[in-house]
């Protein structure tokens, strides 16, 4: 073979290396495969791949379908309508799938919470349907076993008190489910959530002697007060609260005006009209002095104490024009208003909040009060209850949530 058979023109490992016409010596023979032979070669890799793919050979049979199903037919979506829940509360969602495999979640324009509107927690909840770590089957001991071996474990429990840790609920079937379980023995409900709506209920409790849910028509208020509410993007309501919100944000529209108090820039906060950065702890002292605003502007108010007024007027120095302009907005508003505050504030300032709603008129107009969503709403222990009956040996069984994750280290929960 000569220096110019080689493919490159270079010369080989044979050749002399000064003239380029040395002889190369060929170190293995050259062997042509037919296009036949390259197609048969690959037909028996994917025989041999789909074999071990089962667990014995001729377990599965591929068989096509006569007269296609009309949700299956290639190329065509199905929708389908189902709900989410966040914080215990339901968002209807349209579910579109391909194929049979779902891949993409919308909001459900026939239902309240949502209104066609969609959230990122909502988009991101598809990839929970293609998990790798999703639980296939009941485990015990890092065994998989049956339900039959589960409910044996549990019999074990005996009639001692039994813990349930589980995310907020509001599920009317698994109320009756605690009602049957309690009947039979003494049990301890723990909600574990980020962030508590049951401040909501207290707050609401201290004004009108019983929880009340909150629900607000924004296409009727022309005035929204929020006090470290993100209830734009990171509420339960938030995707049908954005699509009524926007309908008043329209420039050939009557426009509303936002008052947005927030610790941190929110959603919410970048479309107010008027925002105050301010701690989260000085929120009460916001919530407070609107109270005592609107009592200059001979609205029916709590009389707060004058130590408590001149202690929240100090911490907010500089932003008392803020709050006065603030509360002037709402009292020129009367019965077109709204107030909105965060689950992360305490009862005393949705209590607040509730008495401004009260006093302006809005309850009855776009705010409406009914009975609470989720279950038990002013009951149920706390963690702190939890990790101290844990260390007594209790027993504790915990559904849907992740109390070692979430809780203070200081518990000691794992």
């Not at 239902?111 to 485990?139: E, K, N, T």
């Not at 023995?185 to 929880?211: F, K, S």
Request: glycine share 10%; proline share 7%; charged share 20%.
């Amino acid at each position: 073979m000569s220096a110019t058979d080689d493919e490159d023109g270079g010369t080989g490992t044979g050749g002399t290396g000064t003239g380029g016409t040395g002889t190369i010596v060929s170190l293995a023979p050259r062997h042509e495969i037919t296009r036949r032979q390259a197609l048969e070669l690959i037909g028996a890799g994917i025989t041999a791949l789909t074999t071990g793919c089962l667990s014995r050979a001729g377990d599965e049979e591929i068989v096509p379908y006569v007269v296609d199903p009309p949700e299956h037919r290639p190329g065509t979506p199905v929708r389908y309508t189902s709900a989410l829940v966040l914080d215990g509360f339901a968002c209807g969602v349209v579910v579109e799938c391909n194929d049979g495999r779902p891949t993409k979640i919308d909001g459900n324009p026939a239902h309240p919470a949502s209104a066609g509107g969609s959230l990122p927690w909502l988009q991101a909840r598809i990839l929970d349907l293609y998990d790798p770590h999703r639980a296939q089957a009941a485990h015990l001991a890092g065994t998989v076993v049956g339900w039959d071996a589960i409910r044996g474990r549990l019999r074990e429990l005996g009639t001692t008190p039994l813990w349930l840790v589980m995310p907020p609920q509001s599920s009317p079937t698994l109320g009756r489910l605690l009602e049957r379980l309690r009947a039979t023995r003494e049990v301890h409900v723990v909600t574990d959530a980020p962030l508590d709506h049951r401040n909501a209920y207290r707050g609401a409790a201290l004004v009108y002697g019983q929880p009340l849910e909150q629900q607000i028509d924004f296409t009727r208020a022309d005035v929204v007060l929020a006090l470290d509410a993100d209830f734009l993007a990171a509420m339960p309501m938030s995707a049908g609260w954005a699509r009524a919100f926007a309908k008043r944000r329209a420039p050939d529209a009557h426009m509303n005006r936002l008052w947005s108090c927030e610790p941190m820039e929110t959603a919410t906060g970048t479309l107010a009209d008027e925002r105050l950065a301010i701690a989260a702890g000085d929120v009460a002292c916001v919530a407070a002095c609107v109270v005592d605003e609107l009592a200059a502007h001979g609205l029916a108010v709590p009389r707060l104490p004058g130590a408590l007024i001149a202690v929240a007027r100090g911490r907010l120095a500089g932003n008392a024009a803020w709050v006065r302009a603030a509360a002037a907005d709402l009292a020129a508003h009367r019965g077109a208003g709204a107030v909105v505050v965060g689950d992360r504030q305490p009862p005393a300032v949705h209590a607040l909040a509730r008495w401004i709603d009260h006093a302006c008129g809005n309850v009855g107009g776009p705010v409406t009060l009914t009975a609470p969503a989720l279950l038990d709403p002013l009951g149920g222990n706390t963690l702190v209850e939890l990790a101290s009956a844990l260390h007594q040996g209790a027993a504790a069984i915990v559904i849907d949530s992740d109390p070692v994750y979430t809780a203070p280290r200081s518990l000691g929960l794992a």
